[in-house]
């Protein structure tokens, strides 16, 4: 949902008490997937599971994979779901998977928009009360495509205010409205349409006009349009304002010094918006974006849009340069690939749809790396896997 400004919380978690130790049995997280799983039958499953032992025996927390490619898929985990507990981590345990939600809610849009209630034309301010869009600069001239693809200008709602605020209450009961005011009076970073920033309130306000045009919860909207159609067993979105579901496993931070400490003070109240909130299990995930690169989700139109990839400036956080309509660019040392990343407080996660030979690599953590040298053992499992994916 937002990016993780690691010295705000390194100086929280040093002076308070961020964990929240409490034991809990190994039946309280929901582990069942919502189809068999075949990756005993992949020709590199022994390959990958053992990379996945390898660095968790190294220190890597924990980890849920799924690749799938030309062999099936194949799904892995490692590691601890809960450490004081000693729980540990199965591929049918659900992650909050923070800013992915994005692509979830952007396939939505896409969805009424190919039933014909939306357009892309359509300015914000026709779906979401002008009370609101009044004191959000550039609200009023924004359309849908542009919040879609972060060229509204609109200011982010994530600031350092926000999160004092969230921290210092144990529960901040706060619902999408709420979250809007930490925008209000807040200058535009642009004008609409003239560049390129990412802003979560993009994605808030988007969530509230799937409500509008549905005339249901957000919520209902992902279940009626999404997890229910693709029978995603695990996804879950909770009703406003707590997003979190006690079943999923618990996030880390990395601290030096100290090991990995819970973070569940700081994602315990994980908001119900359209820019992040969705919980669910790598085999579930893998699967959203593999029905919805392979066109069995949207129209071709729709998915084309979706990838109609405009030029940005990457000192704006436009990461290779390219971005999308609810989706983001990629370039990499195995080619060119489509998806998006996403972190949230001890939780970090990645998409990857790969159009040359259609693989899709989907990485689930529940820690968020704090130090140099757990940074350092992150990139290299993902580069570890990764060459053993792309490398014959």
Known sequence: MKNIIFLFFLTACLFTACSKDAVSPASRYNNTLSSADTSAEHPKNTTY???IDQYTQEGLLGVSVSIEDQNGTWLGAGGKADIISNVDMEVGHRFLIASVSKVFTATAIFTYLDA???SLEDPVNKWIDTDITNQIENADEAQIQHLLSHQSGIHDWYTFRLEGDRYNEAFNNWKQEDILEYVYGKPARFAVGTSYEYSNTNYVLLGMILEKVAGKSLKEVYQSQIFTPLNLESAYFGSQPNALSEEVVKGYYALVGRGYVEAQKLYEDELSTGDGGISINVQDLGRFVQELMTGNLLSESSLAKMQDWFDIDENTGG??????????????????????TGGVDGFSSSIEYYPENGTIVTYLFNFSPGSYADFMRWRAFIDAMNKEIFED
């Open 49 to 51: 599971q053992a990379i």
């Open 116 to 118: 014909g209630l939306l």
């Open 319 to 340: 990461g290779d340069g390219k971005n999308g309509y609810g989706l983001e660019y990629f370039v990499g040392d195995y080619g060119i690939s489509y998806g998006h």
